[in-house]
């Protein structure tokens, strides 16, 4: 098929609850297809420290249901260099692989991109990432299982903000996206998403304080979205303290609990549904392409348009926010 007999799989950068989901449904789809597997440990940096493993159907046994990854993850520098990919592509043709999938977000899919150029090697990417932060994709694996965590770290928040009468500043990741803030905050009825699509129009902390909220509620929960820019929730809590000291401030940074967890059941579907996808991609002779999912349909995305192609935050939902925490 296309002269591809062996694929390999890797999953590299930050880890996403579902990754596991995605490797077990390429792995087992390939070999029903009647390709070999090789499974390559630590991303990119497995590559080039020759640690590639043969994968069988059992390899993935009873992981659809496992945060973070069996094959590990890595951010690697030395993928950076042309060296380096030199030494990949030496290792992954001396283990027979012909193509490759790998799972990750943006930074993994721009160093796929580059890979698949340098060296003429077939690769499909698979949107792994809690960013959600990818063109050509209305969801990425591992972001719905981020969203639902945040959810309940809020609801839990809740409590103690409402029975002391505080303002909170919740910081959650996203990268330079918005996407878990904005959509956090209407999942868990927040008072207001800061977020970094949104910092160059409007002074969001001074919007909120001069909207009144106080008017209507005793405490308020706000989700701020990682910003080394700002400071992030920190920043805005140093603000409050300065320009509005009439309101007790508390600040929680939810960091990596977000990546972890079992994967939600919709983050399982469409890892499985998309790693599929990757191999009936490799077979139809397409490469250099994302597994995307566009109003429920499989679609194949060009690495250009899914890295570095911040799919935009909707405007209507900034509003939804507004109107809900009334
Ligand atoms: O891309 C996933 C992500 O969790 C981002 O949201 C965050 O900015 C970054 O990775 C953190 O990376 P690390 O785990 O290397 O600290």
């Known amino acids: 098929m296309n002269g591809i007999k062996c694929i390999g799989i890797l999953t590299s950068g930050g880890d996403a609850p579902g990754m596991n989901a995605a490797i077990r449904a390429v792995t087992r789809t ?3 297809r009647g390709f ?32 973070g990854t069996i094959l590990k993850t890595a951010r690697c520098k030395e993928f950076e260099t042309p060296e380096g990919r030199r030494i990949a592509y030496d290792h992954m043709k001396a283990a027979g692989i012909d193509a ?19 060296h003429d090697v077939p690769v499909v990417g698979l949107p792994g990432t809690i960013d959600n932060d990818l063109g050509g994709t209305d969801s990425t694996i591992g972001y719905d299982t981020a969203l639902n965590t945040i959810t309940q770290a809020v609801d839990k928040l809740r409590d103690t903000a409402s029975s002391h009468e505080r303002l909170f500043f919740v910081e959650v990741m996203g990268n330079t996206a918005g996407y878990l803030a904005l959509n956090g905050a209407i999942a ?36 701020v979205a990682e910003n080394p820019a700002t400071g992030g929730a920190m920043g805005l809590a140093e603000r409050v303290k300065k320009e509005f000291p009439q309101y007790e401030a508390r600040v929680t940074i939810l960091g990596h609990l977000q ?24 077979v139809e002779g397409q490469r250099n392409v994302m597994i995307g999912i566009q109003n429920g349909a499989i679609a194949y995305v060009p690495f250009q348009k899914a890295i570095r ?18």
Do not use: W
């Not at 970094?196 to 008017?215: H, S």
């Not at 192609?309 to 209507?316: A, E, T, W």
């Open 30 to 32: 390939a070999i029903s």
């Open 309 to 326: 192609h911040n799919k935009g935050i909707d405007r209507s939902d900034i509003e939804l926010v507004k109107i809900l925490s009334m």
């Open 259 to 282: 990546r972890g967890g079992s994967p939600t059941a919709m983050d399982r579907i469409l890892a499985s549904r998309m790693g599929e996808a990757a191999i009936e991609a490799l």
């Open 36 to 67: 070999a597997v090789k499974g390559i440990m630590r991303g990119y940096k497995g590559l080039i420290t020759n640690e590639i493993i043969e994968f069988r159907s059992q390899s993935v046994s009873n992981i659809i249901q496992q945060g």
């Open 188 to 223: 868990a009825g927040s008072e207001a998403a800061i977020i970094p699509e949104m910092e160059t129009e409007v002074d969001q902390l001074g919007e909120l304080i001069n909207r009144g909220f106080r008017k209507s509620k005793n405490s308020a929960i706000v989700l």
């Open 100 to 118: 490759l999938v790998v799972i990750g977000g943006d930074g993994t899919l721009t160093g796929a991109s580059i890979f698949a150029a340098e």
